[in-house]
C-alpha cells in the first residue's frame, strides 16, 4: 500500500519557521514534490525534488525562504519554511510522482498525502 504521510504542521507567529515532514512508503518516487492550497483558491506549486540527479524546483514567490530536502534512505522529503508569512497559510501537501512530467503541474504527480495545516498569525 502507497502511503504519504505529512507532519510537522502548525500554528506559527510570522517570521518564525516550521518544517515539514512528508514519510512515503509502499514505493519509490521520481520526483516528490509540495502544493499548498489556501481557503478559496486553487492548489498551488511550492516545491519538488527529483532523485536523481537530485535537482529542485521553487516556485518563484517563494524562493529563498523555502528549501526542500530528501533522504532517500527513509524515503522521507522535508520542506523547511523560514521566515513565514500569513500569506502562506494553507494545507500544504505532499505528492509523489512515478514518472518525470511538469514538477509544477498537479497532474504529474500520481500520489498525495493528506494534508497538513500551517497557519501563520500576524
Known amino acids: 500500500q502507497v502511503q504519504l504521510v505529512e507532519s510537522g504542521g502548525g500554528l506559527v507567529q510570522a517570521g518564525g519557521s516550521l518544517r515539514l515532514s512528508c514519510a512515503a512508503s509502499?514505493?519509490?518516487?521520481?520526483?516528490m514534490g509540495w502544493f499548498r492550497q489556501a481557503p478559496g483558491k486553487e492548489r498551488e506549486f511550492v516545491t519538488a525534488?527529483?532523485?536523481?540527479?537530485?535537482?529542485?524546483y521553487y516556485a518563484d514567490s517563494l524562493k529563498g525562504r523555502f528549501t526542500i530536502s530528501r533522504d532517500n534512505a527513509k524515503n522521507t522529503v522535508y520542506l523547511q519554511m523560514n521566515s513565514l508569512k500569513p500569506e502562506d497559510t494553507a494545507v500544504y501537501y505532499c505528492?509523489?510522482?512515478?514518472?518525470?512530467?511538469?514538477?509544477?503541474?498537479?497532474?504529474?504527480?500520481?500520489?498525495w498525502g493528506q494534508g497538513t495545516q500551517v497557519t501563520v498569525s500576524s
Open positions: 505528492a509523489g510522482a512515478l514518472g518525470y512530467g511538469s514538477v509544477r503541474f498537479p497532474g504529474s504527480y500520481d500520489y
Open positions: 525534488i527529483i532523485e536523481s540527479p537530485a535537482t529542485t
Open positions: 509502499g514505493r519509490t518516487f521520481s520526483i
